[in-house]
């Protein structure tokens, strides 16, 4: 995934954005060369029998349009995160400060109440060490 948002040589801002221009024009114009000949203008139709077409073919060029636009953004996309210095402070998401768990206000608490643990001797038991640590200093140095 590192390899796929920070690829070793991602092309260039400016050849993405001239592609993107012209793959745009290049829609607009195959857009309106299908789309001229249908309407009533140059044929011989009326408007409420052309519109369906007309319709489909608009919906189906601004489909094509987002489409290469989000392609092109996914292009950019190591250009954008190459322009990042690091983590903002904006990036962390804290919760709120009302609903923090450690909030000592009763009522406005959610999680349930702390309950106090009693010791008992029994509990604890006897330790298991039998003889003293030995210490980190050779023996044989003062």
Do not use: N
Request: with cysteine; glycine share 6%.
């Amino acid at each position: 995934m590192r390899q796929f948002l920070f690829p070793r040589r991602p092309m260039s801002r400016g050849v993405l954005l001239f592609f993107h221009l012209l793959l745009q024009m290049g829609l607009l114009v195959a857009a309106a060369l299908w789309l001229l000949p249908r309407t009533p203008w140059f044929a011989a139709t009326d408007w409420y029998l052309a519109w369906p077409e007309l319709a489909a073919g608009a919906g189906l060029w601004l489909a094509a349009a987002f489409t290469l636009r989000l392609l092109v953004e996914l292009c950019l996309l190591p250009h954008h995160l190459a322009a990042r210095a690091g983590f903002a402070p904006g990036d962390v998401v804290t919760r709120s400060f009302e609903r923090r768990p450690a909030v000592h206000d009763a009522q406005a608490a959610w999680t349930s109440e702390a309950r106090s643990v009693e010791i008992e001797p029994s509990v604890l038991g006897s330790a298991r060490v039998t003889r003293p640590a030995e210490s980190l200093k050779p023996q044989g140095s003062i």
